[in-house]
């Protein structure tokens, strides 16, 4: 009887390398086969090897047989609910990945920092949110007021290469939540006066 064979993917070695040593150094004793399993499945994103087997056995949606190599790649980096998992090494990816997570924003709100905080973080999944900001900032996807109090989405268009991995990381994600009404976000009413002095700038 043939065994199942699961892959095993990993975008940092350095960083693979780093959980492992932490999750061996929690141990009092050598670790058994399933907990290095486990170990590894942690490293790479995953809750345990029974995550890492249940998306290898999850049934793919007939659309995904059409995915593109460069989008299946890209997706290496996003977890089973479409957060980003780590922060890719290539300039390229970066960007991509940014494209994606700038889709995943609700769409018609505008946050004061730690609401955009809590917008961003819902979306990525290695604890960097202040630099996923940041990108985002300076690469023409959400504006920001020169104090730094105010943050809205832009509207850029996304490039056709993009179009493909936004959609299939939008099929991951869970339906967002309704927005909430401004002064629950710590937002004033709309003034839209103010608006088009920030759109101006």
């Not at 593109?68 to 980096?77: C, G, K, M, P, V």
Request: with cysteine; glycine share 6%.
């Amino acid at each position: 009887m043939s065994r199942t064979l699961y892959p095993f993917y990993s975008s940092d070695i350095s960083a693979l390398a780093r959980s492992l040593k932490q999750q061996w150094a929690e141990q009092t004793e050598p670790p058994g086969h399933l907990q290095i399993l486990n170990m590894l499945a942690r490293a790479a994103g995953f809750q345990n090897f029974q995550h890492l087997r249940a998306e290898h056995d999850r049934p793919s949606p007939a659309e995904a047989k059409t995915v593109s190599a460069a989008t299946q790649r890209l997706l290496r980096h996003f977890d089973a609910e479409g957060r980003l998992m780590r922060w890719p090494k290539k300039f390229s990816e970066q960007r991509a990945c940014l494209w994606a997570i700038w889709a995943g924003l609700p769409r018609g709100e505008e946050w004061d920092e730690p609401g955009v905080n809590i917008a961003i973080r819902a979306q990525e999944a290695f604890g960097d949110h202040v630099l996923i900001r940041r990108e985002l900032v300076e690469g023409g996807w959400v504006g920001r007021t020169d104090d730094c109090r105010r943050y809205w989405l832009q509207e850029p268009e996304a490039p056709e290469g993009m179009v493909e991995l936004i959609a299939q990381v939008s099929l991951r994600r869970p339906l967002s939540p309704t927005p909430l009404p401004r002064g629950e976000r710590g937002l004033p009413p709309r003034d839209v006066s103010s608006d088009e002095s920030a759109v101006a700038r």
